[in-house]
């Protein structure tokens, strides 16, 4: 078994691409098998020495703005779904987003994510002009946009309005499953064909999915390390199921922080440049989530640059920390922190690094 697994690993390290049944192979003796602390430790060792070798000790930071918890869809694990009355509504002006901008300028931020759920409300034109003025005042910054399916017009039009990067989580990369996570009205296709359409238009693209979800099997999981094999995302944010009171999934129970960076690990593995965060959900499964999170492999982190008081509004699953030293304004704690595990941030655009 252990000289099975050697092989297997040994593929992964020198080609970067495995078999379905060798990704359920490591997969299953991690889950069942009785080496499973070693062979996490082997690919945590591994992952982290290719991402030393192209990124060095630096961890890239970007200023997270969550600004509408909006939402026209009813995907059954969201905490802000349409059908939750629950939810305290909001949308940020144009005005607040660009301010929260200028204060992450000042705290060092050089990437800035303007998340919310698919609002509507949010025209292109009204998109058009929050990313042409942030560009305008801050031209040394990247724009990643996580809003969800758009049309390919859309997505045209942002992008040359200056967004740079686009964050699409595809879930899951099967078919079956998506249908359990979703109402019949969203199309498993048309989140795939997004994720093309973004790639066509230029942008640096960032797909993920989430650990342990309801009905996740660990061919699932296979399936979703083969469509980052395949599809070559620029970014991958990946974090454990995390279940809110207020959704069909209630009663579910949380993914793994183990999993998700043992997951981690294999991802840095299949595409040794990856942008792959330590997710804001890591981190609330467990306090120490986003260092262990760097310490399989991942090499960026997300903090909070949301007005403090709609922060806990945004919330999409239990528990989120939404104030603490995770928060933007709290950036020398989260130097500190990082710095414990022998990594530094770093103010910079942090873009992909192409290698040979």
Known sequence: MKERISEIIHKLETTHKLSKEEYIFLLEEFLHGNESEGLASILKEKAVALRKSIYGNSIFIRGLIEFTNYCKNDCLYCGIRRSNTKVNRYRLTEEE?????????????????????????????????????????????????????????????????????????????TEEHYKKLHPQNQSFQNRMNCLKNLRSNGYTVGCGFMVGSP????????????FIQV?????????????????????FSAGSAELT?????II????????????????????????KGILSGANVIMPNLSPVSVRKDYSLYNGKICTG???????????RRIESTGYKIVIDWGDITNIL
Do not use: W
Request: aromatic content about 8%; some cysteine.
């Open 268 to 291: 840095r593995l299949i595409k040794p440049n990856i942008l792959l965060p330590a997710t804001t959900a890591l981190g609330t499964v467990t306090p120490d989530g986003r260092e």
């Open 215 to 226: 009905f996740q099997t660990v061919e699932n999981l296979a399936n979703d390390l083969l």
């Open 97 to 173: 987003i660009i301010q929260c901008a200028a204060e992450g300028y000042q705290l060092g931020f050089r990437t800035f994510v303007l998340q919310g759920g698919e609002d509507p409300f949010f025209t292109d034109k009204k998109l058009i002009s929050i990313i042409s003025k942030i560009k305008t005042s801050h031209p040394d910054c990247a724009i990643t946009l996580s809003i969800g399916e758009r049309s390919l017009e859309s997505y045209r039009i942002l992008r040359k309005a200056g967004a740079d990067r686009y964050l699409l989580r595809h879930e899951t990369a």
């Open 231 to 251: 599809f070559q995302p620029e970014m991958c944010g990946i974090g454990p199921f995390i279940p809110h009171n207020d959704t069909p999934f209630a009663e």
């Open 261 to 265: 960076c043992f997951l981690l690990s």
């Open 325 to 335: 030293e995770e928060s933007a304004q709290c950036i020398a704690c989260l130097k």
